[in-house]
């Protein structure tokens, strides 16, 4: 399974100017996706949500309610990636 890696809770605003010459600001957190059978992380940006805390340091998946099937029936990332923290093995609860 590949695993989304946080290691900093550190937030960089990013600004951009629309074409009405509106100022957005958005909240980036750094991360990296380590894909099953490769051997090196990729580094990648997270966008937050304007009032979202930042991703605590640790390994995360993402959340299927990221996922949306679009207009045409092809599946879909939406505009904001939604983790969730992979348990330690000896911290998820037992299987009944």
Not at 6 to 35: D, G, L, W, Y
Request: charge should be positive.
């Amino acid at each position: 399974m590949s695993k989304i890696i946080v290691r900093s809770t550190t937030v960089t605003p990013r600004e951009i100017t629309t074409k009405n010459n509106t100022k957005m600001v958005f909240r980036e957190q750094s991360a990296a996706i380590m894909k099953d059978g490769e051997d090196f992380p990729h580094p990648f940006r997270l966008t937050l949500d304007d009032v979202q805390a930042p991703y605590p340091a640790g390994e995360y998946q993402v959340d299927p309610s990221t996922f949306t099937v679009g207009r045409f029936d092809n599946l879909e990332i939406g505009r904001r990636v939604v983790l969730v923290p992979i348990m330690p093995a000896a911290a998820a609860p037992a299987a009944k």
